[in-house]
């Protein structure tokens, strides 16, 4: 009989999970007891049967492995009767999702900080999955925090590290543990999704492309579907090997963190198409020959041509985006008499409107785009929907945003991020905006006159539960619009996201610099909130 070990602990302050769980850097995670309260607390809190099973896997960041065979000798104790854990401690959390649908296990822990970077002075993070391979929801996340400061134990069994790298079964305690390929299942999925044959004519055509992994959890699922089962050259995916450290880069898919591959895109020798994904795989970034595609036109353009891929063909249910994304899809939507939801900044809040088949695609301005074949967004799935896309219709990428443009038009738009700033400060500006809230309307700044601020709060269509206080709104009555948001993905200090956006009609002035046909917007930003006052800041970090 398996001999129980129950330790005493006290808990520790700020395990509060954010929208992708708890977050912090590895020396916390590194303290005694730390990750262990936090698990603890969320087998204390989550519904399951005994003897059910626990998917776990992470991006493969410094700390994973220590943390996942910790893991795996307490799930053991709280009585799960399987673990599924990815080889080398390596799921992709798109493939997390799908391994926990597919083997119908009740939840998963997904041990990654995504676009943060990785290394012993970094970062590190746990997010709890539950059944339908969704991230936590509210009421779960606020049951965890809870159990966080009160807990006072948590359990273990006695047992050897479980060999990571060796695919089969091993027993901990009266537990099974299987190590599983973790690219399989997922690339079987990615072949029922789209339209391979096509792909592979237009490689076999000529068709070239270059797919950045940021040496982070993508490389292997990259190598394996593009390269060996869609043709494309080898080399086609670089920095494929997933890092502890990401290779010292910041594994975040943007136009800062992906230059080279920008660089390449636009110039002369480019491939047809680039693409990069971040962390745990979850993000993508599309850059045409010459063109680059923000995540909110991307999603629209997605959206648009769908139903393109067999999986989707004659059933797009709905479109969902979140706040802060721009209204392209919103565009999309009414054009092909679906609906379009908008939802606060969190993949959690899609997974309801999934589950209940009012929506078929989901997509964030924060390179998140994903559809109902899991419940997280997922980067190589958005990749592969552009290749099917652009190898049926035979079209280059920066035609076809043409094309999208002088039918929907266009909605220019930018995030401005001012990353590690003084919270005191960022707090001060938030509540500076809120208390300005009532009195916003009406006023003009510079040619912009506001029509309407608000604090933005959601009801979710299904389950009819609020989420409030989500971000601040500023509507102008020229349609253009300002959003202000502290993100909570980040470990240190405070990140204030600025979104900007205007729409021009189809006809209009469809390809100009996106900074200057948002610096009305820009200027209004800064004299509306105080930035430069409250951060000390006169530019932000990161322009997407």
Known sequence: MTQIVTVQTQPYDGQAPGTSGLRKKVKVFQQANYAENFIQSVFDSVTREPGSTLVIGGDGRFHNRTVIQQAIRMAAANGYGRVLVGRGGILSTPAASHVIRKYK?????????????????????????????????????????????????????????????????????????????????????MEEL??????????????????????AVTGPYAVEILENRLGFAKGTVVNGTPLEDFGGHHPDPNLIHARELHDLMMGEDAPDIGAASDGDGDRNLIIGRGRFITPSDSLAMLAANIEIAPAYK??????????????????????????????????????????????????????????????????????????????????????????????????????????????????ALMAGLEDSLGSLAGRSVGALRVKLADSFSYTDPVDGSVSENQGIRVLFEDGSRIVFRLSGTGTQGATLRVYLERYEPAGGRLDEDTGAMLAEQIAAADAIAGITRHTGRSAP???T
Request: some cysteine; charged content about 25%; hydrophobic content about 40%.
């Open 105 to 189: 296990a009740s939840g998963g822990l997904v041990l990654s900080a995504s676009h943060n970077p990785g290394g012993p002075d970094e970062d590190f993070g746990i997010k709890y999955n539950i059944a339908n391979g969704g991230p936590a929801p509210e009421g779960v996340t606020r049951a965890i925090h809870a159990r966080t400061l009160e807990i006072d134990r948590w359990f273990t069994v006695e047992a050897r590290d479980v060999d990571l790298d060796r695919i089969g079964d091993v027993e901990v305690g009266a537990m099974t543990v299987s190590v599983i390929d973790p690219v399989a299942d997922y690339a079987d999925l």
């Open 194 to 215: 789209f339209d391979f044959a096509a792909i592979r004519k237009a490689v076999a055509g000529g068709f070239t492309m270059r797919f950045d992994a940021m040496s």
């Open 314 to 427: 004659g059933r797009l249910a709905g479109i969902a985006r979140s706040m802060p994304t721009s209204a392209a899809a919103d565009r999309v939507a009414e054009a092909l008499g679906v609906p379009c939801f908008e939802t606060p900044t969190g993949w959690k809040f899609f997974g309801n409107l999934l589950d209940a088949g009012k929506v078929t695609i989901c997509g964030e301005e924060s390179a998140g785009t994903g559809s109902d074949h899991v419940r997280e967004k997922d980067g190589l799935w958005a990749v592969l929907l552009w290749l099917n896309i652009l190898a049926v219709r035979q079209i280059p990428v920066d035609r076809l945003a043409r094309e999208h443009w002088a039918r929907f038009g266009r909605n220019y738009y930018a995030r401005h991020d001012y990353e590690g700033i003084d919270k005191d400060g960022a707090d």
């Open 541 to 543: 970090d990161v322009i």
